[in-house]
């Protein structure tokens, strides 16, 4: 029983009305697993992290969460889940502690313990300090991790994490994700959305990108660069020059492997950046800006969702 996944779904759709918002994805979580969803706005991750949390029920297809069905065991599934919404729901009129033992009494742990899990936490998430604050005093940075340090009262098996760095500066998205890093090192499993790509890169081991409702790639994030992109990205940029018609001035794909032309830059796509660039000077391109770098996930995102905004 303990090598089952821990998030099974075959074939899982959720439709509102006549919109289909998940459209007969399939995908197993293991135990121990950092499992992320990439996607642009309305491709469907955030609904179906609301199936697996057993707050909205599906529409369609085979679900099982912790080896249980949510249409008929949703309450002892959601009492073994650690949940961070991705909208604020810290009670501001409390303390930061009081957050964190009123929400343990939710399940049903004593009131002795669950002081003892609340200052335990609030160390973990380094917020012990401001135990007795109210809630309205935190930066946003610190809502987030005391959000974190709520999710975890309950010792959950599985926890789900929307969008958890949204709207932070970057010194506190690094401080929410070392707090993150702690705990995939202590082997608990967590499913994360998120549309940073690098956040992607450090948290997760496996992660799938959607797509209109579908699961259009998934694998581990080198495995997605190395099937979707190439080793290296070449960015260069001109002045005067009709970036449009640079690619054909590169001529040939034995050294540039695919070329994207945007609004300020032409990007080149290749297994070897100095190589490329030597290639580019011999070709009589002369850039007044260079960077040669590696391929990333945002690279892979943007080739198979594209740069066009989706509302």
């Given at each position: ?133 109210k809630v309205d005093l935190l930066s946003g940075g610190m809502k987030r991790r005391l959000t974190i340090a709520r999710s975890l009262v309950n010792d959950p098996e599985l926890i789900l994490l929307d969008e958890p760095t949204t709207g932070l500066d970057p ?141």
């Amino acid at each position: 029983m303990c090598d089952r996944p821990l998030v099974f779904a075959r074939g899982l759709v959720k439709r509102f009305g006549e919109r289909v918002a998940v459209d007969g994805i399939d995908l197993e979580v293991q135990r121990g697993e950092a499992f992320g969803f990439l996607g642009p706005n309305g491709a469907g991750k955030s609904s179906t992290m609301r199936m697996i949390g057993c707050v909205s029920p599906p529409s369609g297809g085979t679900l099982r969460v912790l080896d249980m069905d949510p249409a008929r065991q949703g309450r002892l599934i959601r009492a073994r889940l650690g949940v961070v919404p991705q909208e604020e729901t810290l009670d501001p009129e409390l303390t930061v502690e009081d957050n964190l033992v009123i929400y343990a009494r939710y399940f049903g742990i004593p009131y002795r313990h669950a002081h003892r899990k609340a200052a335990e936490m609030l160390d973990f998430v380094q917020l012990s300090e401001r135990a007795a604050d109210k809630v309205d005093l935190l930066s946003g940075g610190m809502k987030r991790r005391l959000t974190i340090a709520r999710s975890l009262v309950n010792d959950p098996e599985l926890i789900l994490l929307d969008e958890p760095t949204t709207g932070l500066d970057p010194q506190a998205r690094h401080l929410v994700w070392e707090r993150l890093f702690r705990l995939k090192q202590q082997g608990v499993t967590f499913l994360i959305t998120t549309h940073y790509m690098d956040e992607a890169e450090q948290l997760c081991d496996r992660l799938v990108v959607m797509d209109s409702g579908r699961i259009v790639a998934s694998g581990s994030p080198r495995q997605l660069i190395e099937r979707y992109s190439t080793r290296d990205v070449v960015e260069l940029r001109f002045r005067g020059e009709d970036l449009s018609a640079v690619p054909a001035r590169l001529d040939g794909r034995a050294v540039v492997e695919r070329a994207e032309v945007l609004a300020d830059r032409v990007l080149l796509y290749v297994e070897d950046g100095d190589v490329a660039l030597a290639h580019v000077h011999d070709r009589g391109l002369r850039p007044s800006g260079v960077l040669v770098r590696r391929s990333t996930l945002e690279d892979v995102f943007l080739r198979l969702a594209g740069r066009s905004l989706v509302d």
